[in-house]
């Protein structure tokens, strides 16, 4: 269970805004089980039973198995069933005693295989057969059962529940905002809307997901009490589609014994889905069998010693491949031909030329005061790639675009939300007219952070002269007013009156961004004031939130749920501050925040619907990334980030595990650009915001918005080009590692460096950087903004050359193995 200091009970005049879990019921079921064929003389749900509708166990329900005994050390065991659904509802479920079921006319067998793959995994198979007969709207399912428990435990699902969810729920609409001040006070406990959750106190309820719903299928908890864990991993789907995972917990004050299931069905039938900010009725239904009809369903258990949270994520980040395995990659378009179509794109229809200010944003001239955001969704981010791509009418450009910038300063030096054309709106969502100096306290940091990387780039391309003394004033002012409201709040708060700097809404863990934009201002500025402050405010973060297993609110409108903004952000200021100092606690505190990234981000080779468009086109999610606990969507990459945080923490580790990640997010982002021959879509430039896994807004699983346009996810696939390099290498050992959309390999290694051969499978040419160091090298922190400097090599469409990469990291053409 998440706590945090200084946070009170939820008093009486609040529990009004507690929303239970799924509430289970107990129907009669004689009626129904007499006519699908299942009543016979075994024991069986009857009225009022209350093992009707629920996952829980009945006594005597344990199957006989070796994963008992795997189980047994933290009171666990397991029970194989079988399952009968009338419409979307668990009517009934019934165990399997020695590998045997007998339901009426029908008759089921299966066989459990397991089988110590180390001293505390356990692989196993659970095989069904529908021996004789035929069931009507059935199932099978394996069910983890718990006693013994306690709300301490920390109950986890990779993108969906961190501690069980069981904070305080507000019954909002989206987008969600807080407006009555009663109920944000500065003590407010960690509030979201109306997420998958269970309840704080353990009162009986259930969690229903598929494996849609998640980037990872996987279940587990923390036992701190007793320092261990438990993961169970599950496969995708079966034949019936995407298999359930379900949690169903009876643990209330008045629960004897308090207990806890983990379920995994096929296939997975739901009474109600997730949806945005609360629930519907789902479409799930059972599978109709016949005889001789098999299924089988694999997992790995992992029963563990876990001194802490940490120990536990280090866990789940070692694991969460083991059974789907290693995910595939596709080569459709090279990073420097999708960086030039989203350029192109943006200077042709991202450019607001307005009566007062002239910038790039979302969508000009349109009434949507969101188009025209400042920070986080907004300006300077979205000019940034205009610098790295320079011309001289995209650096007029660019200019424009920081002095409209400045002029949404407030004079504290916090940075309003939204600038369209001299209007100035906040961040109360549904009041932003009415309350236009409401901002969240991170579009600062934004600012702070992309401000300065323009003029690093700036000054480093030879264009000091391009640089506004306002710029600096207005940025050393960012940095000024972040001081003076941790002076006041001890944290950043998620959102604040930016004219008096008056807490609106207190908490979150978006203020761990600030790290990275603090940490070049004192760089740049030569003030030792930013660096104590930023390491001051990523170390509160770090344990107020992290250690305890939450990360959340860093999004404008999912009030305070669980997201991987907040994760991300936090590994970039860890690798920042680690570049500014040279020490390793950033490194280490950025691995614990990799570790709880990796949760949010797709495994595997997600396996979308027949018939979608991205299972036409051959879409690989693995490597994109969960929005949050509230937005149940995949997406493309960092909002809005490149990801060469991971670049940085893969050198400082050598951690080969980062380098997967890595490059499972850097290679995947560029599937979702339109270019002309990109089999998902051809809309040059554009990028979609969904990557659609799970049904949350209906049944469009895989699919593409061709209209959809939307600059931020745009801007973070040019970032991904222009920051990362599309080739890493080290010239004195094996690492070996290719980001781009080209195939490479090392030719021959010798005292002179190292010769590779890299091959354009694409319709388009490449520019290529190439990243090459020596191991001594890779141990030393990068450097603000080395990708400038990095060396490029052409290749043609569909063509191959060979290149020597010599000690210092410089490139020559050569002939294949000379």
Aim: proline residues 5%; negative net charge; aromatic residues 10%.
């Amino acid at each position: 269970m998440v706590r945090f200091e200084k946070t009170p009970s939820l008093s009486t005049s609040r529990r009004e805004f507690l929303i239970t879990a799924t509430a289970v019921a107990a129907p009669a079921v004689t009626g129904w089980a007499k006519e699908q064929g299942i009543i016979d003389s075994e024991p069986w749900p009857r009225n009022n039973d209350p093992s009707a509708r629920t996952w829980l166990p009945v006594a005597g329900a344990a199957t006989p198995s070796v994963a008992n005994s795997f189980l047994e050390s933290i009171h666990g065991q397991m029970r194989i069933l079988g399952c009968w659904y009338e419409g979307n509802q668990l009517r009934a479920s019934r165990p399997f005693l020695d590998g045997k079921l007998n339901a009426g006319q029908s008759t089921w067998a299966c066989e459990v295989h397991a089988s110590a793959a180390e001293s505390n995994a356990l692989d196993l198979q659970v095989k069904f057969k529908l021996a004789s007969g035929t069931a009507k709207s059935a199932g099978v399912a394996v069910a983890f059962d718990f006693t013994l428990w306690t709300l301490d435990n920390y109950v986890f699902v990779p993108g969906q529940l961190y501690g069980g969810n069981r904070f305080r729920i507000l019954p909002l609409h989206y987008p969600p905002y807080i407006h009555d001040a009663s109920q944000r006070p500065l003590d407010m406990p960690v509030t979201t809307t109306n997420i998958l959750h269970l309840n704080p106190d353990g009162a009986r309820g259930k969690v229903e997901m598929t494996t849609g719903n998640v980037p990872t299928p996987m279940l587990g908890f923390f036992h701190p009490a007793e320092q261990r864990g438990f993961l169970v991993l599950a496969e995708q789907r079966t034949r019936f589609g995407n298999n359930g995972l379900f949690f169903e917990e009876d643990a209330g004050p008045s629960a004897t014994p308090k207990r806890i299931s983990f379920v995994v069905s096929a296939p997975g039938v739901r009474e109600q889905r997730y949806v945005m900010c609360g629930r519907a009725d789902s479409w799930d239904r059972g599978a109709d069998w016949n005889a001789g009809d098999e299924l089988t369903l694999n997992f790995k258990l992992y029963n563990f010693a876990a001194d802490d949270l940490q120990a536990f994520f280090a866990k789940v980040f070692d694991v969460r491949k083991a059974l789907t395995g290693q995910n595939h990659y596709a080569c459709v378009t090279p990073y420097s031909a999708a960086a030039d179509l989203i350029a192109e794109h943006h200077n042709a229809h991202k450019w607001f030329e307005g009566k007062h200010y002239s910038f790039y944003c979302n969508q000009p001239y349109s009434p949507n005061p969101y188009a025209y955001q400042i920070g986080w969704g907004g300006i300077p981010i979205l000019s940034f790639p205009q610098a790295l791509l320079e011309t001289p009418e995209r650096l007029r450009r660019v200019s424009l675009t920081l002095d409209t910038v400045m002029a949404a300063q407030a004079q504290t030096g916090l940075i309003y939300c939204i600038n369209r054309d001299g209007e100035i709106m906040g961040d109360a969502h549904g009041r932003q007219a009415e309350r236009p100096t409401i901002t969240m306290t991170r579009r600062a940091m934004d600012v702070l952070y992309f401000g300065l990387k323009t003029l690093d780039a700036l000054k480093k391309r030879g264009h000091e002269d391009l640089i506004k003394p306002a710029w600096e004033t207005g940025l050393r002012a960012c940095a000024e007013a972040l001081i003076k409201v941790w002076k006041q709040y001890g944290q950043f708060g998620q959102f604040i009156n930016a004219d008096t700097l008056e807490m609106d809404i207190n908490g979150s863990t978006a203020g761990c961004a600030a790290g990275a934009g603090l940490a070049l201002a004192s760089a740049y500025f030569h003030d030792a004031r930013y660096l104590e402050l930023a390491e001051a405010a990523t170390r509160m973060y770090y344990t107020r939130d992290f250690l305890k297993g939450y990360a959340g609110g860093g999004a404008s409108e999912i009030l305070q749920a669980p997201d991987s903004e907040a994760p991300w952000d936090m590994v970039e200021s860890c690798m920042v501050l680690y570049e500014t100092t040279g020490e390793r606690e950033w490194v280490e505190k950025g691995e614990f925040a990799a570790h709880l990234l990796s949760t949010w981000m797709v495994s595997h080779d997600y396996v979308f619907p027949p018939g979608s468009a991205m299972q036409q086109a051959g879409t690989h999610a693995a490597g994109s990334i969960f929005a949050s606990s509230q937005n149940n969507h995949s997406a493309p990459g960092f909002y809005i980030l490149s990801g060469d945080c991971l670049l940085k923490l893969f050198r400082a580790t050598g951690d080969q595990r980062y380098a997967e990640m890595y490059k499972d997010t850097s290679h995947n982002v560029i599937q979702y650009v339109g270019a002309p021959h990109n089999p998902l879509r051809h809309e040059s430039g554009f990028v979609t915001e969904r990557v659609q896994l799970s049904d949350w807004e209906g049944k469009n699983a895989g699919f593409v918005d061709y209209k959809d346009s939307n600059m931020a996810w745009e801007v973070l696939a040019a970032l991904t080009c222009l920051e990362n390099p599309g080739i890493y290498l080290h010239t004195d050992d094996d690492t070996f590692l290719v980001l781009d959309h080209v195939e490479a390999t090392v030719l021959k290694r010798d005292a002179t460096g190292v010769t590779i051969h890299v091959t354009n499978p694409t319709p388009y040419s490449a520019r290529v950087a190439v990243f090459g160091e020596s191991a001594a090298q890779a141990k030393q922190p990068l450097g603000h903004s080395a990708y400038l400097a990095w060396p490029r090599i052409e290749v043609a469409a569909g063509e191959t050359g060979a290149w020597h990469v010599d000690a210092s990291g410089q490139l020559r053409p050569t002939a294949d193995g000379a």
